[in-house]
């Protein structure tokens, strides 16, 4: 008699399942079988069946556990191929999920985040979870992760596992953890301020040549493969400060027709800029380039202005038709971390309280798709826009520096005869040579001590050291000398103004007047119609509402616009005008006084940013 083994396999913990058949000592069946587990009782009930037909029970069970040893060896050695190939499949830590608390998962799955991002690849921004990626033509960006994304990061990190009856199975990362982890308090990831593509000083002075991580600027340099940079002398010579300022004032902006030499020195300023934003701790204001004719190479003078630091033109974005929409623009952009950011072709008037708030921060608010908080994303690159003839707000102006092109011509782009018909190529062809030559002018001034500028934009003021110093040691005069022409630009608005506020004088002097009558009289009067014409009754006198809102505590002229108590019976806001007396000089604590006792401003702070510019300068 023989005991054949069909069918078996190895189930749960190496427990063997399987059919047995008897055969005769010829392996002729003998009809006798039985199929079950045989490390629990499948053995039993085979040897009833067998003691039945007639066989000897004693035989029968040294029989069967002859052929169950040999299973069981059998089944031990799939087990160590098992475990084998388990070593090689679950070569990431493995993270059990099963009766554990949240708290635990999320602190073991940090760890493991953690150990594997050597070197980082996973970064924090703005209490953002990011991570590097490249677009479809190899540029380096940065990907604001959503929940989908995180999932799949822990997911490729480590192995999860869950504890099931026939033990443990793979699991996903559980949704509850990968949403407390993305929304923790403290995020255990380095952080990224941005991404460079050439090298940057940081904030004391040191030049930052290493691809990678640069934990002192919080950036992460990546240098194209094979470019190498000409050494940068310690103390620049006067020849080698010659040869930098010609490669940048000759060869890249040569032949374009500036204005003046401020409109040049802004824009070797625009170039300046990335290579020592670590050094600046503050914001910058927005280098507007305009002209009075479409075709006088705006365009092409910020795309090689941009080349030098990132290899192309800069990142552009439009004009928002209402604030929700340059807000949502903003932050889309700002989320990206580009080096530059070019709002392109401005067509209409430039009068957004989000792009102004934009132009000050030093940290930009908002709430982010698949985040249940507000993220708070850095501001470090650097504004750029074009336009022909723009108009520009008060608040927009005084953040700007202008840069502006005539060439004196009906169609400028018909000229011909440029040192270099195609500068677009032409710099990036010499990309390492521009970059040499801008670390050279900054390294001069830096070798000098790094003198700051004296002459300074209100609100920028270490943008104004830094680069107006850097411009100075270079020999490149005329920076901040053309601010007078944006703000002449500006004060077409307060014209308007001031205009409307002599008729309201006329007709209400000193008491307090509610928006429905201050509508009407700008509407008798045709007053401030850019802001009310062309709309629905309704549409203008909220527009118009909203423009006093923006006026209250502004200086126009020898009147100051100020809000009064509300109207008690029919609750809505409501204004009155104060004559200045303008042979006394503005004292900023008496005023800020006056305006805490009417609940109008806290702190010294909103006082200087509401008053006129041109106040503050006495009143600092």
């Known amino acids: 008699m023989k005991l054949k083994a069909q069918d078996f396999k190895i189930q749960g913990h190496a427990e063997l399942v399987g059919t047995i058949v008897v055969l005769t000592d010829e392996g002729e069946p003998l009809g006798i079988e039985h199929a079950g587990n045989y490390s629990r009782n499948a053995g039993d009930e085979l040897i009833k069946k067998m003691a039945g037909a007639g066989v000897l029970v004693d035989a029968t069970k040294i029989l069967l556990q002859q052929l169950l040893g040999e299973l069981r060896s059998a089944a031990d050695a799939a087990g160590e191929s098992t475990e084998a190939e388990s070593d090689v499949k ?50 380096p960006e940065i990907r604001t992760l959503d929940r989908a994304a995180f999932l799949g990061i822990l997911d490729r990190r480590a192995d999860f596992m869950s504890e099931t009856k026939d033990g443990p199975k793979p699991a996903r990362p559980p949704k509850d953890v990968v949403a407390d982890m993305m929304s923790a308090k403290d995020i255990p990831l380095p952080i990224l301020s941005g991404i460079v593509e050439a090298p940057v ?53 040569g032949d374009f027709s500036f204005v003046g030499d401020a409109d040049r020195a802004h824009a070797v300023g625009a170039l300046l800029l990335p290579f020592v934003r670590p050094m600046i701790n503050g914001f910058t204001p927005m280098h507007l380039v305009e002209s009075p004719t479409p075709g006088s190479a705006k365009g092409l003078l910020v795309t090689v202005v941009s080349i030098p630091s990132i290899g192309r033109g800069p990142s552009v974005m439009t004009e928002g038709g209402s604030e929700e ?83 004196g011509v009906e169609k400028p782009w018909e000229l011909k005869g440029f040192r270099h018909p195609d500068l677009r190529n032409w710099a990036k062809e010499h990309q390492v040579d521009l970059q040499w030559a801008t670390l050279t002018l900054i390294q001069a001034w830096i070798a000098q001590g790094m003198p700051k500028s004296k002459r300074i934009l209100g609100s920028y003021e270490r943008w104004s050291e830094v680069i107006g110093g ?21 004060n077409k ?12 004088w006329q007709e209400f002097q000193d008491r307090p007047v509610g928006v429905d009558l201050l509508f009407g009289l700008a509407k008798q009067h045709r007053q401030l119609l850019h802001i009310w014409g062309a709309r629905t009754e309704h549409g203008a006198r909220t527009r118009f509402g909203t423009a006093m809102a923006k006026m209250r505590d502004r200086v126009v002229g020898k009147y100051r616009s100020e809000g009064a108590q509300e109207d008690s019976h029919t609750k809505s806001q409501r204004y009155r005008l104060v004559l200045r007396n303008l042979a006394e000089p503005f004292q900023p604590e008496i005023y800020l006084e006056r305006l805490r006792k009417t609940g109008h401003a806290t702190s010294r702070h909103s006082l200087l940013s509401s008053a006129d510019p041109r106040e503050l300068k006495d009143a600092s």
């Open 493 to 504: 608005e307060t014209a308007n103004w001031s205009e409307f506020f002599e008729i309201w």
């Open 201 to 253: 000083f940081d904030a004391s002075g040191r030049l930052s040549t290493d691809t990678g991580y640069q934990p002192e600027t919080h950036l992460f340099l990546d240098l194209p493969e094979g470019q190498t940079l000409p050494a940068i002398s310690e103390i620049p010579t006067l020849a080698e400060i010659d040869k930098a300022r010609t490669i940048i004032l000759c060869d890249l902006l």
């Open 90 to 139: 679950h070569s990431l830590p493995i993270i059990g999920i099963s009766n554990r608390f949240m708290r635990e998962i999320s602190a073991e799955a940090w760890q493991v985040i953690e150990s594997s991002n050597q070197p980082p690849r996973l970064f924090q921004r703005g209490h953002l979870l990011v991570d590097m990626s490249r677009d479809d033509k190899g540029q």
């Open 325 to 407: 929409e340059w807000r949502k623009r903003i932050t889309a952009k700002l989320l990206l971390a580009p080096q530059f950011i070019l709002i392109d072709n401005i067509r209409f008037g430039l009068d957004s309280a989000a792009l102004s708030a934009a132009l000050t921060s030093e940290i930009w608010e908002d709430r982010v798709l698949g985040y249940s908080r507000i993220a708070a994303i850095p501001v470090h690159c650097t504004w750029l826009a074009t336009a022909n003839n723009p108009s520009l707000s008060l608040e927009v102006a005084r953040r700007t520096v202008p840069i502006r092109l005539d060439t």
């Open 470 to 490: 850097i411009l100075e040691v270079a020999g490149i005069s005329g920076f901040l000398g053309n601010l007078d022409r944006v703000y002449a630009a500006a």
